[in-house]
């Protein structure tokens, strides 16, 4: 819902107010405070969405809170995790690139959090995730194995050596053939990819299922319940490729959607399965993220390297969503990781390590240079370090750099890297430094000013946010505990209180999508009041 009205931003100090008494905070030094009040409903998977946004009237200025949820390669992100960001609009905003150290010597990191736990899972065939220790600068053990893991009303969900639990109990055992691959869990399903290759390794046409076979599953399962997953109760499609598997899920208007990495695209609608394209072993078209932006479901591709919107039953390809840097080539390009982080969207692009930026006001992508500061980037041969490799007898694109995993952490967005395939080096190769090599495997800390996350406190019924800007500090509240608060530059504070009467305000709905709960309310006193239920 649009409201608009003739007060300064610096006014939403009384503007955005809910209907319970708001929580005095620091009134003296108070720029804006925003309360909403929200129902989230059962905790069934769903994308959470917008809690809000706002602009200024002249344009200058944005300021929105919400959950993003997205699936980057093989890893959910945590959806619990609430943004609030205010931030200048159709500006190129600065932000700061820092190294962390290392979270091990493998060639490739991936990263995903609990609550307030970032993991990283150093590359292919670990058996022992890593935590970061911030206070200590460092990566810790004790986290146990790399399995794939979310939150859920609450508690863990988890899969490993295909088997699921909840809060530490089995509900799903192994099956007897094949394994469980990349699960989601959506809409009140639990959703797998059951694979069984059979005797023959190479991908193939279907013919029976003696014979190897992938299927999906979307098997009706409520942590509410207590009970197991049943698979009589599963809507089973069995794919027409053998050893078709995923890299990413999404959610749109109440659909699943799943790529899977044989070009297939799947839609749930809850109640059957339909093809949205058919599988080819002849031609690639791999997504490799999926994300909501505003109102569309965007789908990071390979081999274009740009996004492609989802909206009812139709894809369109988003040409220059992102650009692509100067000299680099058109082909064989993966858009394979995406973040909304305050109230932008971020993009991460294979093989150059690229990161992009998109202002959804002006509508414009801003380079943000490459996670790599080699080799000097070059059109032919396609990939770095292509001709090196090719000698070496590597697989020629395994030099190839990729950007993993994005996750808000506090007043930051974590990056990582990797090879094509993250393995132990050692040594360095003959072509690159030891200090080059490190940057593979590299987690990178992003910060802009006006941008913090937290974990929020699950909750089925009533909760009460609020989100608070005075002129030092952006603060996130739940309840009246803050969940986190972080430093506002000064110049920043002051053209948040200088900037004009807002143009427009919407509840439920913004950069990270359409709300998703049962209920979002906000107001602006006196006058006007919205109510979206």
């Not at 809170?65 to 190129?92: E, I, K, S, Y």
């Not at 990566?139 to 899969?159: H, P, S």
């Not at 427009?504 to 049962?518: C, L, M, N, R, T």
Request: overall charge negative; some cysteine; proline content about 6%.
């Amino acid at each position: 819902m649009r409201i608009t009205g003739s007060w300064s931003i610096a006014s939403l100090v009384l503007a955005f107010v809910a209907f319970a008494t708001p929580v005095i905070r620091a009134e003296d030094d108070l720029l804006m405070r925003s309360t909403v009040q929200v129902e989230l409903g059962q905790d069934r998977g769903q994308s959470l969405g917008s809690l809000f946004e706002a602009a200024a009237g002249d344009g200058s200025l944005v300021v929105g809170a919400g959950f993003c949820d997205v699936f980057n390669t093989h890893l959910r992100m945590d959806r619990h995790v609430l943004q609030f960001f205010v931030r200048l609009a159709g500006d190129q905003q600065p932000y700061e690139l820092e190294p962390l150290p290392r979270p091990s010597s493998a060639s490739g990191t991936y990263l995903f959090s609990l609550r307030d736990r970032v993991i990283a899972v150093p590359g292919s065939g670990a058996t022992e995730a890593r935590v970061l220790d911030e206070a200590a600068n460092s990566w810790r053990d004790g986290e146990g194995a790399t399995w794939d893991r979310v939150m859920l009303a609450g508690a863990e969900l988890a899969m490993g050596d295909s088997r699921f639990y909840y809060d530490g109990n089995l509900i799903l055992d192994a099956p007897e053939e094949g394994s469980y691959q990349r699960f989601y869990y959506a809409n009140g399903h639990l959703f797998f990819y059951h694979v069984n290759r059979g005797e023959e390794s190479v991908y193939r046409p279907w013919e029976s299922d003696e014979n190897g076979f992938s299927k999906l599953y979307a098997c009706p399962w409520d942590p509410a319940d207590g009970g197991g997953v049943d698979l009589s109760q599963a809507l089973v499609l069995t794919l027409s490729i053998v050893g078709e598997t995923t890299f990413s899920w999404g959610q749109s208007e109440g659909l699943v959607m799943t790529g899977s990495n044989i070009g297939g695209l799947y839609a749930f609608d809850g109640d059957e399965w339909r093809i949205v394209r058919e599988p080819s072993l002849g031609a690639s078209f791999q997504v490799y993220t999926m994300v909501q932006y505003y109102d569309r479901l965007l789908l990071g591709q390979y081999p274009t390297g740009e996004f492609f919107a989802f909206e009812g039953d139709r894809l369109e390809r988003l040409e220059g969503w992102p650009p692509r840097l100067d000299g680099v080539s058109p082909s064989a390009r993966e858009c394979q990781t995406a973040m909304v982080w305050g109230g932008e969207l971020i993009a991460g692009v294979w093989p150059w390590g690229e990161l992009w930026r998109h202002d959804g006001v002006s509508d414009e992508w801003e380079t943000m240079g490459r996670l790599f500061t080699h080799p000097d980037v070059h059109e032919a041969p396609i990939h770095p370090y292509q001709a090196e490799a090719e000698e070496r007898g590597d697989v020629l694109n395994q030099w190839g750099q990729r950007i993993t995993s994005m996750v808000p952490f506090g007043d930051s967005l974590l990056i990582s890297t990797a090879t094509k395939w993250p393995f132990e080096p050692e040594p360095a190769p003959e072509f690159m430094t030891s200090e080059q090599l490190d940057e593979y495997g590299r987690v990178w800390r992003l910060r802009v000013p006006g941008c913090v996350s937290a974990p929020i406190d699950w909750t089925a019924g009533a909760t009460e946010f609020e989100f608070v800007v005075t002129a030092t500090e952006l603060q996130i509240w739940q309840d009246g505990r803050e969940l986190v608060s972080t430093p506002l530059p000064n110049d920043l504070a002051t053209q948040i209180a200088q900037s004009k009467a807002p143009r427009e305000v919407q509840w439920g709905a913004g950069a990270y999508g359409p709300f998703g709960g049962v209920a979002v309310r906000g107001a602006i006193e006196p006058q006007l009041q919205s109510h979206t239920e």
